[in-house]
Each structure stands twice: as structure tokens, then as C-alpha cells.
């Protein structure tokens, strides 16, 4: 079962955590702005396994720089 879904209807299309309209991105980014797990678990209703999912997926992405 993938906790991680990326469905056209939902967020635009953004990968988001299956049963949430909570995208991918927020999380990376809340952790990333210095929240720790527990606060993310807290502050978004998540259990630990949904955000090292969103981790992971987040980091299993291939990013293409684009010329300057």
C-alpha cells in the first residue's frame, strides 16, 4: 500500500499523503524550516511512518536543473 499518492484530483495533481490533501512538499518543508518529527506528527495529524514516507518519496525524485 503506497502512503504517498499523486492523483490529478487531488492538490492539482501534488504528490500528497493518501487519506489527506497534505502535500509532500509541506512536510519537507516544515522539517527542512527546523519543526522536528514530533512536531510535524503533532502540528499535522501524521504518524511517523506517513513522514519518513513523504521523505523518502521526496527523495527518491529526480530533479533536472534547468539552464540559468
Given at each position: 500500500?503506497?502512503?504517498?499518492?499523486?492523483?490529478?484530483?487531488?492538490?492539482?495533481g501534488?504528490?500528497v499523503?493518501?487519506g489527506?490533501?497534505?502535500?509532500?512538499?509541506?512536510?519537507?518543508d516544515s522539517?527542512?524550516?527546523?519543526?522536528?518529527?514530533?512536531?510535524?506528527?503533532?502540528?499535522?495529524?501524521?504518524?511517523?511512518?506517513?513522514?519518513?514516507?513523504?521523505?523518502?518519496?521526496?527523495?527518491?525524485?529526480?530533479?533536472?536543473?534547468?539552464?540559468a
Amino acid at each position: 500500500m503506497s502512503i504517498v499518492i499523486v492523483d490529478p484530483a487531488i492538490c492539482h495533481g501534488k504528490p500528497v499523503v493518501k487519506g489527506t490533501r497534505l502535500p509532500v512538499s509541506m512536510i519537507v518543508d516544515s522539517l527542512a524550516g527546523g519543526m522536528t518529527e514530533a512536531e510535524v506528527q503533532q502540528e499535522y495529524g501524521l504518524t511517523k511512518e506517513q513522514i519518513r514516507a513523504a521523505l523518502k518519496f521526496a527523495g527518491d525524485q529526480s530533479f533536472h536543473l534547468l539552464p540559468a
